[in-house]
């Protein structure tokens, strides 16, 4: 392996007081594209920074090889000067090499900087990193604000240049395409693994597994000491000093693995009740602004219990099309008919929803109190933020001062204490790290009433959907069961626009990985549950049949013999039911796997 032209030598940075990492050992080598994963707050952000030399280390080195270049692209870009390739050559691109980086994301070099929606500035910003042809490409969530098809240009140029990466996402897809090797930043420390994204998972739940072992054995030994301590350290003072130093060694221990722990981020969300069964029904719809077309024609019927996801490029309707659905905007043609007793938590996608000038606790209660109803019950608004991991000298700062993760948890807090049973999602994943991501799948694959996701997180839509609504741009709508892949797979050429070219050409990249798709939550967890029937249904069985086999039963308790009977016969339903079930998800499970 060669020699890696960027890395951290046992570095050391601290927040106040607290280390926020210590010992952090991380080299990248030439080409090596590597994914940086941790949660929000855990100090991905800071960390890429100091390898880009934005920011200095308390103690430790940082190495770069003589004339290498890093280019970071940050989490939020500004965009300055007066048109977009000047923005682009402001890092030293060459023109040609910046226009051409430009048009492949689909952009005008001419276009000028102002006015620019959050797409625009992510795609420009990308633009410039890579057209700058950096030895070491540093990406903080790079898909944010992007389109599905944005992402897949991103994808491409990543597998063209011969620059070294490390991304911060919380895109599995992407990630899972592009990266072979992770870090992972997790209680103040750097872990690698050199396999890319799609081991992660597996390799992090051993690492948890080993933790949970380590915490037993030191709160055994701390256990012994502390028993130890209380039968008369006094007496035994000058011989046993070197015991009792560790005993408080151990403490602090404890101590710091407890103020380390991460925490567990408590969602919870109950309809308000349901809904009728027909949440909308809609015929023959038709919107434009001008010559631009959204929609044109579209008929749909959407159930209480549906998961309907929104797709398309940006700018192609999708918010305008769910305000259609929801009756917030009059449609030019056909008709959206809403079902009764409708509630609607909105999460929209630009946060506009929060002022930036209110604090947190305002935000929480809107203006007043120290309560917050949570689906219909008071709370301690102190008590309820902290289940959404935030602490209690955050309550009073103002909402500007928190990153984007914390601003997108909010928002969640807000929605999540309004009973509904109609939850609207635009663009829901941005910002948050991919345990609060795995949390908020579990609670909406629970949540009883409807979901609108607008997204272009692919396997976030692919592991939620029951159906996916596709706008391509042009006023044509397509919908088809299931979720991302299933569309793709049923409409191969919906989104056939002309695709940028790639900017210049470049050695052919392997190809990339064929992605696993898991089971949905639910599917996993019905899985699981037919298992343990089956496994336990037959000792329930025997029991059964042995209470049968006496042969006074029917004569002292004919009755009795009945209802055993029926129990034996009904369990056995069940089990042939549960095995023809289980066999359909396991090859639903191996399909979705490639197997």
């Known amino acids: 392996m060669p020699p890696p032209i960027l890395a951290l030598k046992d570095v050391r940075l601290a927040d106040g007081a607290r280390p926020l990492f210590e010992g952090v050992d991380l080299g990248l080598e030439p080409g090596v594209r590597a994914c940086l994963v941790g949660r929000n707050g855990a100090g991905k952000s800071t960390l890429l920074r100091m390898l880009a030399g934005e920011i200095a280390a308390d103690s430790g080195e940082r190495f770069i090889t003589p004339a290498a270049r890093v280019v970071i692209v940050p989490q939020e870009p500004v965009i300055t000067g007066a048109t977009l390739l000047d923005y682009a050559t402001m890092g030293g691109a060459q023109p040609y090499e910046a226009e051409a980086a430009l048009q492949a994301f689909g952009m005008d070099p001419a276009k000028t900087t102002t006015g620019l929606s959050g797409g625009e500035i992510r795609r420009a910003a990308l633009a410039r990193g890579l057209g700058e042809a950096p030895d070491v490409l540093l990406l903080d969530e790079p898909t944010n604000h992007l389109d599905i098809f944005a992402i897949e240009t991103l994808e491409e140029q990543l597998a063209a240049t011969r620059s070294a990466a490390l991304i911060v996402s919380h895109d599995r897809a992407f990630l899972t395409r592009v990266t072979r090797r992770c870090f992972w930043l997790e209680d103040r420390q750097v872990r690698r693994l050199d396999k890319g994204f799609a081991a992660f998972d597996d390799w992090a739940e051993k690492v948890a597994e080993a933790q949970v072992e380590e915490a037993r054995r030191l709160n055994k030994a701390l256990a012994r000491e502390e028993h130890w301590l209380q039968r008369g350290v006094t007496g035994r003072r000058a011989r046993?000093?070197?015991?009792?130093?560790?005993?408080?060694?151990?403490?602090?221990?404890?101590?710091?693995?407890?103020?380390?722990?991460?925490?567990?981020?408590?969602?919870?969300?109950?309809?308000?009740?349901?809904?009728?069964?027909?949440?909308?029904?809609?015929?023959?719809?038709?919107?434009?602004?001008?010559?631009?077309?959204?929609?044109?024609?579209?008929?749909?019927?959407?159930?209480?219990?549906?998961?309907?996801?929104?797709?398309?490029?940006?700018?192609?309707?999708?918010?305008?099309?769910?305000?259609?659905?929801?009756?917030?905007?009059?449609?030019?043609?056909?008709?959206?008919?809403?079902?009764?007793?409708?509630?609607?938590?909105?999460?929209?996608?630009?946060?506009?929803?929060?002022?930036?000038?209110?604090?947190?606790?305002?935000?929480?209660?809107?203006?007043?109190?120290?309560q917050i109803m949570v689906r219909g019950l008071p709370r301690h608004v102190a008590g309820y933020a902290k289940e959404f991991l935030f602490r209690d000298n955050q309550?009073?700062?103002?909402?500007?001062?928190?990153?984007?993760?914390?601003?997108?948890?909010?928002?969640?807090?807000?929605?999540?204490?309004?009973?509904?049973?109609?939850?609207?999602?635009?663009?829901?994943?941005?910002?948050?790290?991919?345990?609060?991501?795995?949390?908020?799948?579990?609670?909406?694959?629970?949540?009883?009433?409807?979901?609108?996701?607008?997204?272009?997180?692919?396997?976030?839509?692919?592991?939620?959907?029951?159906?996916?609504?596709?706008?391509?741009?042009?006023?044509?709508?397509?919908?088809?069961?299931?979720?991302?892949?299933?569309?793709?797979?049923?409409?191969?050429?919906?989104?056939?626009?002309?695709?940028?070219?790639?900017?210049?050409?470049?050695?052919?990249?392997?190809?990339?990985?064929?992605?696993?798709?898991?089971?949905?939550?639910?599917?996993?967890?019905?899985?699981?549950?037919?298992?343990?029937?089956?496994?336990?249904?037959?000792?329930?069985?025997?029991?059964?049949?042995?209470?049968?086999?006496?042969?006074?039963?029917?004569?002292?308790?004919?009755?009795?013999?009945?209802?055993?009977?029926?129990?034996?016969?009904?369990?056995?339903?069940?089990?042939?039911?549960?095995?023809?079930?289980?066999?359909?998800?396991e090859e639903k499970r191996e399909a979705l796997a490639g197997g």
């Not at 103020?259 to 719809?285: T, W």
């Not at 209480?304 to 929801?326: E, I, M, S």
């Open 395 to 585: 309550l009073r700062q103002p909402v500007a001062s928190l990153s984007g993760g914390e601003r997108a948890r909010l928002l969640l807090a807000r929605a999540l204490a309004t009973p509904a049973n109609l939850l609207v999602l635009d663009e829901p994943t941005n910002d948050l790290d991919m345990d609060t991501l795995d949390l908020l799948e579990d609670l909406l694959a629970d949540f009883d009433g409807t979901l609108i996701l607008v997204s272009h997180d692919r396997d976030f839509i692919d592991r939620l959907a029951t159906s996916t609504i596709a706008l391509d741009g042009r006023g044509q709508v397509v919908e088809t069961p299931g979720g991302w892949t299933d569309f793709t797979a049923q409409n191969p050429d919906f989104f056939e626009h002309p695709k940028p070219a790639v900017a210049k050409a470049a050695p052919k990249a392997a190809a990339a990985p064929k992605i696993s798709v898991k089971l949905s939550y639910k599917d996993q967890r019905r899985l699981e549950e037919l298992e343990k029937l089956i496994e336990t249904a037959p000792a329930e069985m025997a029991q059964l049949e042995a209470r049968l086999h006496d042969p006074a039963l029917y004569a002292k308790n004919p009755k009795a013999f009945a209802d055993i009977s029926a129990s034996l016969d009904a369990i056995r339903a069940k089990v042939a039911a549960a095995e023809e079930e289980w066999l359909l998800l």
């Open 240 to 370: 046993n000093e070197g015991r009792r130093r560790r005993l408080m060694a151990l403490r602090e221990q404890k101590s710091e693995a407890l103020r380390d722990s991460r925490g567990q981020l408590v969602m919870g969300l109950s309809s308000s009740g349901l809904s009728g069964q027909r949440v909308a029904e809609v015929k023959n719809l038709a919107k434009a602004f001008g010559d631009k077309v959204i929609v044109n024609g579209f008929s749909t019927r959407i159930l209480r219990g549906d998961r309907v996801a929104v797709v398309g490029p940006n700018g192609a309707g999708k918010t305008t099309l769910v305000r259609l659905l929801l009756g917030e905007l009059k449609s030019d043609g056909g008709e959206v008919k809403l079902g009764a007793n409708l509630e609607v938590a909105y999460i929209d996608q630009a946060r506009a929803r929060l002022s930036p000038d209110e604090t947190l606790w305002d935000a929480l209660t809107e203006g007043g109190g120290d």
